[in-house]
């Protein structure tokens, strides 16, 4: 079985503060996802990283696949109130049949920023 | 461009009840997957439609079962409901013939078992 752990599972920043937030699985994933869920609505997507090493940016996030494949970072630099929500990592099967589309999720970050 | 729908938004039901859930994709998507999301917790794989059949399931029991009608909207159907089915329930579309992996989730349907 697939899994993937998040932490920290909750985190409470001042406004201004970096932080960081990780996701680490023991499987392969042919690509990872970052979204970020508000109260009430589903998961809204933030950023798709695919080869080994990537690192995208998506203005005050950083996102970053690790070298094997199995572990992510996402950086947020001098956090903003409205930066807080649920942060979940997802990852696509490596060897599930062409495009299927399973996600395997982690159990999510809570960010709280205050201002 | 209408992004995912779900129907309703909220629903209250008992122990041993049967529930229907309804969502229509992302306009251009054909496949949609379904999630459920237990409060505090990440979305949990239920099962995904392309083409009007069940292509791949997640550890769900019997109880949970869908369809897929022709225009490419699905149903999930959930029967003897219990407490630990309370949570939210999400659908995913994604088009699969362009191999895009990129799945939109709609606003989720908030269920509470009693």
């Known amino acids: 079985t697939q899994l993937l752990e998040q932490s920290p599972q909750f985190l409470s920043i001042q406004e201004g503060e970096n932080l960081t937030v990780y996701c680490n699985s023991s499987s392969v994933f042919s690509s990872l996802q970052w979204y970020r869920q508000e109260p009430g609505e589903g998961p809204v997507l933030l950023v798709t990283v695919v080869t080994g090493g990537e690192v995208k940016k998506l203005k005050r996030l950083t996102f970053q696949f690790g070298d094997a494949r199995k572990d992510s970072s996402l950086h947020i630099t001098a956090a903003q109130p409205g930066d807080t929500g649920l942060y979940l990592c997802a990852g696509r099967n490596l060897h599930g049949s062409s495009n299927t589309g399973k996600l395997i999720f982690g159990q999510g970050t809570t960010l709280q920023v205050k201002p | 461009d209408a992004g995912v729908t779900q129907s309703p938004t909220h629903l209250i039901k008992t122990r041993g009840q049967q529930v229907t859930l309804r969502c229509s994709p992302k306009?251009?998507?054909?496949?949609v997957s379904w999630y459920q999301q237990a409060l505090g917790q990440g979305p949990q794989f239920i099962f995904q439609?392309?083409?009007?059949?069940?292509?791949q399931r997640g550890n769900f029991p019997d109880r949970f079962s869908g369809h897929q009608f022709p225009n490419y909207s699905s149903e999930l159907n959930v029967n003897a409901l219990l407490l630990g089915d309370s949570a939210l329930y999400l659908c995913a579309s994604s088009p699969l013939r362009t191999k895009q992996e990129t799945q939109y989730f709609g606003p989720g349907t908030r269920l509470l078992v009693l």
């Open positions: 306009s251009g998507h054909d496949t």
């Open positions: 439609y392309y083409e009007e059949e069940e292509r």
